[in-house]
């Protein structure tokens, strides 16, 4: 017997849909599905959050010193002329930044290599375009998933049973964070 499911689909198509439902499930917190897709999207999901939560504290604050462009009263940049050219004035500013430290860096690496990029839209459905804003996914687990489940040893997610699909009888299930 296999280690898992095939769900009726070749080896791509269900890597590639295993990877949206987890990813949909990390950033929504819950997610409607069939009862045989949410249990391998279980199986990853708490492996996701298992890595989260292990290195959420493991970095270090370094303060960094970073050249920001000098903005005038319109937030427009300040530019002088140099040689002829125009020129944008930088200022020096001293930055607070964490340093993931090794194994940090080893599960973010892991997490983005399956979870698909999430980009954001805003919520009145305005200006989409020019609002929409990509998410981290890494820093939405290790800044908001994992501080919520530190305390708890397994079982982030919970099967609710929804009863029988009316087109094709199929069990279907909402897969939610805990």
Known sequence: MAGYR??????????????????????HGKIRTTEAKAKEI?????????LAVKE???????TVKAK???????GKRVKE???????????????TIKKDKPTRLNARRKMLSYLYPVTSTPADGRKMRANTQKVDMAKVMFEDVAPKYADRNGGYTRMIKLGARRG??????IIELV
């Open 81 to 95: 002329v140099v040689n002829g050219k125009k020129v944008t004035v930088f200022d020096e500013v001293e930055k």
């Open 168 to 173: 094709d009888g199929a069990e279907e299930v």
């Open 6 to 27: 095939k769900l009726g689909r070749t080896s791509s198509q269900r890597k590639a849909l295993l990877r949206n439902q987890v990813t949909n499930l990390l950033y």
């Open 42 to 50: 279980r199986k990853i999901a708490e492996k996701m959050i298992t």
């Open 56 to 62: 959420k504290d493991n970095f270090e604050e370094v």
């Open 68 to 74: 920001v462009p000098k903005k005038d009263a319109e």
